[in-house]
C-alpha cells in the first residue's frame, strides 16, 4: 500500500531538528551521516558531517529528514511545507503542542473552534506545524 510521509530538507541543522522532534513526540529514530555511509567520496569533506537521511517513526508518525546535499543550489524556506497532526485526544494535541511551541513563533494560539481544537505555530527551525483535535475538551 502506497503512504504518503513528510520529507523535510533542513540547511545544515537536521539532526538538532530530528533529535527535536524525537524529544517532543517519542518513538524510535535513526540519522545516517554522509561520512558514515559508502557514499562519502560521492561528497566533500566539509559534506561528511551532514545528515543524508534520518527517520523518526512512532504511533501514527512518519517523519524523514535529511540536510541540504546541492551546493550548486540554495534552499528556500517558505511555509508551503506544514506537518499536520490530528486525530489525537484534546489532551495529547495540548502536550504535543505546548513541546514543539519552545522556541517557536505561535500563529495560531490552540483554542477551541466551531470545527474542535485547533493550533498553529512556526518551530525553531521554520517548519510550519498544524494541530487539529475533533474532541477539544
Not at 508551503?80 to 503542542?97: K, N, Q
Request: proline share 5%; glycine share 10%.
Amino acid at each position: 500500500m502506497i503512504s504518503l510521509s513528510t520529507y523535510l530538507l533542513l540547511d545544515g541543522s537536521c539532526k538538532e531538528a530530528m533529535q527535536f522532534y524525537h524529544s517532543c513526540l517519542g518513538g524510535q529514530l535513526s540519522v545516517s551521516l554522509v561520512g558514515d555511509t559508502p557514499i562519502k567520496a560521492m561528497f566533500p569533506p566539509e559534506m561528511h558531517n551532514r545528515v543524508i537521511n534520518a527517520h523518526l517513526k512512532a504511533e501514527g508518525i512518519s517523519l524523514s529528514a535529511s540536510d541540504w546535499m546541492l551546493p550548486s543550489e540554495q534552499p528556500t524556506s517558505g511555509n508551503t511545507v506544514c506537518l499536520y497532526i490530528s486525530g489525537g485526544s484534546a489532551e495529547e494535541t495540548r502536550s504535543l503542542f505546548d513541546k514543539l511551541s519552545g522556541s517557536a513563533r505561535v500563529t495560531d494560539p490552540l483554542t477551541e473552534q466551531p470545527f474542535g481544537l485547533y493550533g498553529a505555530l512556526n518551530d525553531k527551525f521554520g517548519i510550519r506545524w498544524m494541530f487539529h483535535s475533533d474532541n477539544g475538551k
